[in-house]
């Protein structure tokens, strides 16, 4: 499934503290916590929990959020599907991003292991 240019704007336009409560949500139906949740976070983007907190803060939008960030060097690790899109096949780094993060809080959820999902080797 293709993006179009409206989701990808879309996407950009969302707030990281519009969906972090979901993330936060679906994480804990699981068992996991929202430190588990920040670890990952932490690796792909390089952001501490202090600037988690001022980008929730400020309503970052996905666009600034990934902006900002450092992508870990293993981000292109994150393959398969979310939200009925292939990972690797989505052509806008911005959308592509978004879905990694979406793709580790889904494994977080599902119960994989931290070093499993944190794909370091």
């Not at 993330?23 to 390089?46: C, M, N, S």
């Not at 600034?64 to 096949?89: D, M, Q």
Request: hydrophobic share 35%; net charge positive.
């Amino acid at each position: 499934m293709k993006t179009t240019p409206e989701h990808n704007k879309r996407m950009a336009n969302m707030t990281f503290a519009s969906v972090y409560p979901h993330y936060v949500a679906k994480i804990g139906k699981k068992g996991r916590t929202k430190e588990e949740l920040h670890q990952v976070i932490t690796w792909l983007t390089g952001f501490d929990n202090k600037k988690i907190k001022a980008l929730i803060d400020r309503r970052a939008t996905f666009e600034t959020f990934f902006k900002e960030a450092t992508l870990n060097p293993n981000a292109s690790l994150i393959k398969g599907v979310i939200c009925g899109y292939r990972i690797e096949e989505i052509e806008n780094p911005l959308t592509q991003q978004v879905r990694y993060l979406d793709k580790l809080v889904d494994e977080l959820a599902k119960g994989k292991k931290m070093e499993k999902i944190l794909r370091n080797g």
